[in-house]
C-alpha cells in the first residue's frame, strides 16, 4: 500500500512537535511496515486573511489518486479530496476555535449586501464539498475590490475569516470525506467544534521521535520551549524560580522572540541557565540527568515534552489549565498539576527536591504510564486492518529474568538490598526483571521499581509466620527467616502462585541467596542462576554457634547452599574470595563463577569535599567535634564490628561514635556510653546529611563474606576511611592512597592520627577514592561489565 502523509509546511519553516510527528509516523510506517510513505508538505503561511484562504484552495486541489491512503492531522492538509482519508488531528487553528477571544463575536455583521450574500452561502452549503467552486469565486470577487469593502472585513483573525475557516473545515472533515478519524490526544478530541458530531475519534498518543531516552542522574530541574509569547508560559516558571528555596538550577532549552524579554525576568539569578537551541543527542541528555521537568502551557494539544520526561523517568511538575499533560500528570503519582501560581509552583519543586525518593517514585510511575506510548501501537491503530508488517520486522521480546528473595526491595536500605535494587535497575537496559520477593510485615504490593524492573511482594501467612516463630522458639535464634524458607514457603501459597505466574514467561530464573531454590525448581525448569552475596555456610556459622540446637539450622543452610552451587547455570559472587571457597567446600566448578562487585550509586551518594565538610560541620554546629561513623545491617560481622566500637568508644572520650543501620537493633536495651549515638535505619536524605559531616568512616570489620557495601558509600562521599585489611577485601584498595588500612589492634592509634592528619594529605586521599570509585564501582560500570560477559555468553539479547 502506498502512503502520502500531508500536511503544511510553515512559513518561515520551523520544526515542532509536528514535524517530528510526521517523521516519525512516516520513518515506521517504511522501515517497519510493509507498506510505502511518503511526506507531501506545502508551504503555507498564514500571516494575513488570503494566505490563509489561498492555503486552503492549494490542498483542496492536491491530486494524490496515486496513494491508496492518505493521513492529514493539520489545517488546511484535510481539504485533500481522497476516497481513503484518515485524520489523525493534532489541532484546528485555534486562534479561530478553541482560543477565539470570548468577547469577540462568532460572526460578523455588516449590511454589505457581498458579504451577507457569501455568509448565507456559507450556511447553506456547510459540508459540501459541491459548493466549494462557488464558493472561491465568490470570496475572490470579494477581495478584487476591497478597497470598497469595510475594512474590519478582512481582519486576522476576526468573526468572517473564522465564518470561512469554519466553513471550509466542515467540507474537509465531513464525514463523507473521512473514512477514520483519530486524535492526538483526549483534550484535542474533546474540543468544541473540532469533529463532526457524532462520529467516532479514537485517541491514538504519539511517540517522541528521540530513541535514547533514559534515566541518568538528577542534578537540575529542565524544560524545553519554543521562547515565542503566547501559550508556553516560560515567564511564570522563571517567576517560581524567584521562591524556590532549593540550591538547584533550571535549565532552559530553545530560541525564539522572548529570549531577551526572558533572560531580563531572570535578571542576576545564576541558577536559571538559558540554552538556547539544542540537537536531538543534547536533549535526549539533558532529560536523562534533569531531577524534575517542569511544563506549564496553557491548553497545549498534548504536550509531548511530558511523554518524553516520563520516558526519561522524570516526575513532571504541570499546571491544572496545561490540557494534554494532565492526561499524564497524575497527582503525587507521576508528579504535579498545580494552579498557575509560581509560589504553588515553587513549593512543590521545593518539595520535591527534599524528598528525592519521592521524585525517584514518580519517575518510575510514569515511565510505566507512557511505555505503550510507541510508533508500532500507534501505527497498528492509525492504519487497522490496512496495516501489515513485514516478516522481517517482527519486534524481538526482550529476554526476561525472574529473581525469588525471601527480602522486599524497594525502597532499598539494607547492603543486600541495594545490591539488588541496582544491579538490576542496570541490567533492565537489555533484559525485563520481576522480583518475586517476601516480607515479614506489611501488605503486598506489585509495581515498577525502576524503569523495567518489577517487584511483587508477598507477605508471610500467619501459618508461615506462626512455624517460624515456632522454630525461633526451639532454637533460641532469632535470624531464621531465610535458613527455614525450604521448609517453609508453601505455608504461603501466593507466594508460590506469583513466582510460578512470573516464572511462565521468564527465560532464566534467579535464586537470590540459595533459601528458595525448592521453591523454584516446584514452579518451573528455566535455567537457574545462583547469586551468592555470601558464603551461606560461613555466615550462617558464626551467627549459630552460639546455639545448642543451631547445629539443625546450619546443616539445613549447607544442604541448600549445596544443591544450589550444583544445579546453577551461572553463579554470581561478589568477590573472587567467595567463588574459591564455594568450590573448596562443595567442589563446584570454578568456570560457573563470575565477579559481579558490589557497587555504589553515585548519583545518590552526595561527594563533600574536605572544605565543604568543615562548613557543613559548622553549620550543624558541630565544629571542634570529632565523628566517627560505622554503618551496617544486623549481619554477625557488623555486629561484631559494633561491639569493638563499644569498647573503643570507652577509651576515646574525646571521640563521638555514630552508629547507622539495623545493626543497633541488636544492642537493644543495652547500656551505651555517653560518646556513642545509634541512629538506626535512616533514609537517603538523612544518610546524605550524616555522610556529609563525618570525620572518619571506620571499619573494623574482621569476618564475614563478599565484599562491604558501606566501604563503597564511604568513598563515594569523600569520608576519611579506617579499615581493617579484611573490611577492605576484594576492593583492590592501596594503604594510604585510598583509605588507612590498619590491624584491629591499632585502630586506637589510626583515629588518633588521623585526628592530626594535615588536611593536604587527606584531601589527596579521599580525591584518589572518589576517582577510584567512581571508575571501578559505580553499578553503572558493573552492570555494563556483566552485560557485556553475558552476550559473551550469549545469554544477553
Known amino acids: 500500500m502506498k502512503i502520502a502523509i500531508l500536511a503544511p509546511s510553515a512559513v518561515p519553516f520551523r520544526i515542532g512537535g509536528a514535524e517530528n510527528l510526521w517523521w516519525g509516523l512516516l520513518h515506521h510506517i517504511n522501515q517497519h511496515t510493509a507498506h510505502q510513505a511518503d511526506l507531501i508538505k506545502l508551504p503555507s503561511p498564514e500571516s494575513n486573511f488570503d494566505e490563509l484562504i489561498d492555503n486552503y484552495w492549494h490542498f483542496s486541489q492536491l491530486d494524490l489518486s496515486h496513494f491508496d491512503l492518505v493521513i492529514s492531522g493539520k489545517y488546511p492538509s484535510w481539504m485533500v479530496q481522497h476516497p481513503n482519508h484518515i485524520c489523525y488531528m493534532l489541532h484546528k487553528l485555534r486562534g479561530l476555535y478553541d482560543t477565539y477571544p470570548a468577547s469577540w463575536p462568532e460572526t460578523y455583521t455588516t449590511d454589505n449586501r457581498e458579504i451577507s450574500a457569501l455568509q448565507k452561502f456559507m450556511q447553506k452549503n456547510k459540508g459540501s464539498r459541491d459548493s466549494l467552486s462557488e464558493f472561491y469565486q465568490k470570496i475572490n470577487q470579494l477581495r478584487s475590490c476591497r478597497e470598497y469593502l469595510p475594512a474590519d472585513a478582512f481582519q486576522f483573525p476576526g468573526p468572517l475569516i473564522r465564518e470561512i475557516v469554519h466553513y471550509l473545515d466542515s467540507i474537509g472533515l465531513a464525514p463523507s470525506a473521512v473514512k477514520k478519524y483519530a486524535a492526538i490526544a483526549h483534550n484535542v478530541a474533546n474540543r468544541k467544534d473540532y469533529f463532526p458530531p457524532g462520529c467516532r475519534v479514537e485517541t491514538i498518543y504519539p511517540p517522541p521521535i528521540l530513541k535514547n531516552l533514559r534515566s541518568g542522574k538528577t542534578d537540575y530541574l529542565f524544560t524545553a520551549s519554543r521562547l515565542e509569547y503566547g501559550s508556553k508560559r516560560i515567564g511564570v516558571l522563571i517567576e517560581a524560580m524567584k521562591y524556590v528555596k532549593t540550591d538547584i538550577q533550571f535549565k532552559i532549552a530553545g530560541t525564539g522572540d522572548e529570549l531577551n524579554y526572558l533572560k531580563e525576568l531572570a535578571g542576576d539569578d545564576q541558577r536559571i541557565i538559558f540554552l538556547g537551541f539544542v540537537n536531538d543527542r543534547?536533549?535526549?541528555?539533558?532529560?536523562?540527568?534533569?531531577?524534575?521537568?517542569?511544563?506549564?502551557?496553557?491548553?497545549?494539544?498534548?504536550?509531548?515534552?511530558?511523554?518524553?520526561?516520563?520516558?526519561?523517568?522524570?516526575?513532571?511538575?504541570?499546571?491544572?489549565?496545561?490540557?494534554?499533560?494532565?492526561?499524564?500528570?497524575?497527582?503525587?503519582?507521576?508528579?504535579?498539576?498545580?494552579?498557575?501560581?509560581?509560589?504553588?509552583?515553587?513549593?512543590?519543586?521545593?518539595?520535591?527536591?527534599?524528598?528525592?525518593?519521592?521524585?525517584?517514585?514518580?519517575?518510575?510511575?510514569?515511565?510505566?504510564?507512557?511505555?505503550?506510548?510507541?510508533?508500532?501501537?500507534?501505527?497498528?491503530?492509525?492504519?487497522?486492518?490496512?496495516?501489515?508488517?513485514?516478516?522481517?520486522?517482527?519486534?524481538?521480546?526482550?529476554?526476561?529474568?525472574?529473581?525469588?528473595?525471601?527480602?522486599?526491595?524497594?525502597?532499598?536500605?539494607?547492603?543486600?538490598?541495594s545490591r539488588v535494587f541496582h544491579l538490576y535497575r542496570h541490567l533492565a537496559k537489555k533484559f525485563d526483571v520481576e522480583l518475586v520477593t517476601f516480607t515479614d510485615s506489611g501488605e503486598a504490593f506489585q509495581g515498577e521499581i525502576a524503569p523495567g524492573v518489577w517487584e511483587t511482594r508477598i507477605p508471610q501467612s500467619p501459618q508461615h509466620l506462626e512455624a517460624e516463630g515456632s522454630i525461633r522458639l526451639r532454637t533460641g535464634?532469632?535470624?531464621?527467616?531465610?535458613?527455614?524458607?525450604?521448609?517453609?514457603?508453601?505455608?504461603?501459597?501466593?507466594?508460590?502462585?506469583?513466582?510460578?505466574?512470573?516464572?511462565?514467561?521468564?527465560?532464566?530464573?534467579?535464586?537470590?541467596?540459595?533459601?528458595?531454590?525448592?521453591?523454584?525448581?516446584?514452579?518451573?525448569?528455566?535455567?537457574?542462576?545462583?547469586?551468592a552475596h555470601d558464603v551461606q555456610v560461613d555466615v550462617k556459622?558464626?551467627?549459630?554457634?552460639?546455639?545448642?540446637?543451631?547445629?539443625?539450622?546450619?546443616?539445613?543452610?549447607?544442604?541448600?547452599?549445596?544443591?544450589?552451587?550444583?544445579?546453577?547455570?551461572?553463579?554470581?559472587?561478589?568477590?573472587?574470595?567467595?567463588?574459591?571457597?564455594?568450590?573448596?567446600?562443595?567442589?563446584?566448578?570454578?568456570?560457573?563463577?563470575?565477579?559481579?562487585?558490589?557497587?555504589?550509586?553515585?548519583?545518590?551518594?552526595?561527594?563533600?569535599?574536605?572544605?565543604?565538610?568543615?562548613?557543613?560541620?559548622?553549620?550543624?554546629g558541630l565544629q571542634g567535634s570529632f565523628t566517627a561513623l560505622f554503618i551496617g545491617s544486623w549481619h554477625a560481622p557488623n555486629v561484631e564490628a559494633v561491639r569493638y566500637i563499644l569498647n573503643a568508644a570507652a577509651r576515646m572520650p574525646e571521640v563521638n561514635f555514630l552508629i547507622v543501620g539495623n545493626v543497633c537493633w541488636a544492642f537493644s536495651g543495652e547500656q551505651l556510653p555517653l560518646n556513642v549515638s545509634f541512629m538506626g535505619l535512616v533514609n537517603d536524605e538523612i544518610k546524605n546529611v550524616v555522610l556529609g559531616v563525618a570525620d572518619a568512616a571506620l571499619n573494623p570489620v574482621v569476618s564475614g563474606s563478599g565484599t562491604n557495601l558501606k566501604m563503597l558509600d564511604y568513598l563515594a562521599a569523600g569520608i576519611p576511611i579506617i579499615t581493617t585489611p579484611f573490611g577492605a577485601r576484594g576492593l583492590g584498595l592501596e594503604d594510604g592512597k585510598h583509605c588507612i588500612i590498619a590491624e584491629i589492634e591499632h585502630f586506637y592509634e589510626a583515629i588518633s592520627n588521623l585526628k592530626e592528619e594535615d588536611i593536604s594529605v587527606t584531601s589527596s586521599r579521599i580525591e584518589n577514592a572518589r576517582q577510584y570509585v567512581e571508575q571501578k564501582f559505580d553499578w553503572a560500570v558493573i552492570a555494563n561489565n556483566f552485560l557485556e560477559y553475558l552476550k559473551h555468553l550469549r545469554i544477553e539479547n
Not at 535464634?477 to 513466582?499: F, G, H, K, N, S
Not at 571457597?581 to 548519583?603: A, C, S
Request: aromatic letters at 8%.
Open 282 to 417: 543534547e536533549l535526549e541528555e539533558l532529560y536523562a540527568d534533569a531531577f524534575a521537568v517542569l511544563y506549564i502551557p496553557y491548553d497545549e494539544d498534548y504536550g509531548l515534552i511530558t511523554v518524553e520526561a516520563m520516558m526519561s523517568s522524570k516526575p513532571v511538575i504541570t499546571a491544572a489549565d496545561s490540557g494534554g499533560p494532565n492526561e499524564f500528570v497524575r497527582n503525587e503519582e507521576t508528579g504535579y498539576s498545580v494552579p498557575l501560581d509560581p509560589k504553588i509552583i515553587a513549593e512543590r519543586i521545593d518539595y520535591l527536591c527534599k524528598h528525592p525518593d519521592a521524585a525517584q517514585r514518580m519517575g518510575t510511575v510514569g515511565k510505566k504510564l507512557v511505555e505503550d506510548i510507541t510508533w508500532e501501537n500507534a501505527v497498528a491503530r492509525l492504519l487497522g486492518e490496512n496495516v501489515r508488517y513485514t516478516a522481517n520486522t517482527a519486534v524481538q521480546k526482550r529476554k526476561k529474568i525472574t529473581v525469588a528473595l525471601t527480602y522486599p526491595i524497594f525502597p532499598p536500605s539494607g547492603g543486600g538490598q
Open 541 to 620: 556459622k558464626n551467627i549459630f554457634a552460639a546455639y545448642e540446637k543451631g547445629g539443625e539450622l546450619l546443616e539445613a543452610a549447607r544442604k541448600v547452599e549445596s544443591e544450589c552451587c550444583q544445579v546453577s547455570d551461572l553463579i554470581v559472587v561478589c568477590c573472587y574470595n567467595d567463588a574459591v571457597r564455594l568450590k573448596e567446600i562443595y567442589g563446584t566448578d570454578l568456570n560457573k563463577f563470575v565477579e559481579v562487585p558490589n557497587g555504589v550509586d553515585l548519583d545518590a551518594v552526595s561527594y563533600v569535599s574536605p572544605a565543604k565538610r568543615i562548613f557543613q560541620k559548622k553549620q550543624l
Open 477 to 531: 535464634v532469632l535470624q531464621i527467616t531465610d535458613v527455614v524458607m525450604p521448609q517453609l514457603y508453601r505455608l504461603t501459597p501466593a507466594y508460590v502462585e506469583a513466582l510460578r505466574k512470573a516464572a511462565s514467561d521468564s527465560d532464566l530464573i534467579v535464586a537470590c541467596n540459595s533459601y528458595l531454590l525448592p521453591a523454584i525448581q516446584e514452579v518451573c525448569d528455566r535455567p537457574i542462576w545462583y547469586e
